[in-house]
């Protein structure tokens, strides 16, 4: 079977938080999946739905969304936290 695949330059978003936004050279494996590309650079490299974008504005807000998801996430561990106590010993286990 003999698939041409297209280059094109695509925004990465899967580290987003980590990494920031990244642009990189990709081709298409869209025989594959439709929302499917690999980095041209390493071929192992492959991205899937919102891991990618074609535009900038489309990969910013990804990420601002994966920001502001993750920033209620700690919220909510801070919460809890806060709320945890350590006031009496806990019970002897055998």
Not at 29 to 42: E, H, N, Q, T, Y
Not at 74 to 94: C, D, H, S, V, Y
Request: net charge positive; charged share 30%.
């Amino acid at each position: 079977m003999n698939t041409t695949r297209t280059k094109f330059m695509a925004y990465i978003t899967k580290y987003a938080l980590t990494k920031g936004i990244v642009r990189r050279e990709v081709h298409d494996c869209f025989d594959i999946s439709l929302d499917m590309v690999a980095d041209v650079g390493s071929g192992n490299v492959s991205y899937h739905g919102n891991d990618w974008y074609r535009t900038y504005d489309d990969a910013l807000r990804q990420a601002e969304s994966m920001r502001l998801k993750k920033i209620s996430s700690l919220k909510k561990q801070i919460a809890k936290l806060e709320k945890m106590t350590f006031a009496e010993p806990p019970e002897a286990t055998r």
